[in-house]
């Protein structure tokens, strides 16, 4: 059985993708981020998202591989990448297919901040 969680930016499995598909592997966990491209990423801001992935996955080690604890790491990278959008590292891509805001509405120059 495929481990899972996903959120609306991050998508964590227990397993390994191989010609586009994913293999169950209890000793693997494959990280997707932001598959829908609603974000603008640059390398930093995504070596900031694995490098906060190491650390939650190093924390976890020892405990059992379940989908609790893999979907609390998911919530956990998640509310991580809405602090990146929060301190302007990242912002919404206004040429995504998807826009649903869902991290908070887009600040403008010169808008007041909440």
């Known amino acids: 059985m495929l481990l899972k ?7 964590l499995y227990a397993g390994y ?3 586009g598909e994913v ?3 209890t000793e693997t966990l494959t990280l997707n981020v932001d598959p ?3 974000l603008e990423w640059n390398d ?3 070596a900031k998202v694995e490098a906060k992935f190491q650390e939650l996955v190093a924390n976890a080690a020892g405990e059992e591989l379940t989908e609790y604890n893999l979907r609390r ?3 956990d990278l998640e509310h991580f990448v809405r602090s990146l959008l929060m301190q302007g590292e ?3 891509n206004l040429n995504s ?7 908070g509405i887009p600040r403008v120059a010169g808008s007041p901040t909440p």
């Open 5 to 11: 969680s996903t959120t609306r930016h991050i998508h």
């Open 17 to 19: 993708v191989l010609d």
């Open 23 to 25: 293999h169950p592997d």
């Open 36 to 38: 829908d491209n609603e």
């Open 44 to 46: 930093a801001a995504l």
């Open 73 to 75: 790491i998911g919530s």
């Open 90 to 92: 990242v912002a919404y």
């Open 97 to 103: 297919r998807v826009r649903n805001y869902s991290l």
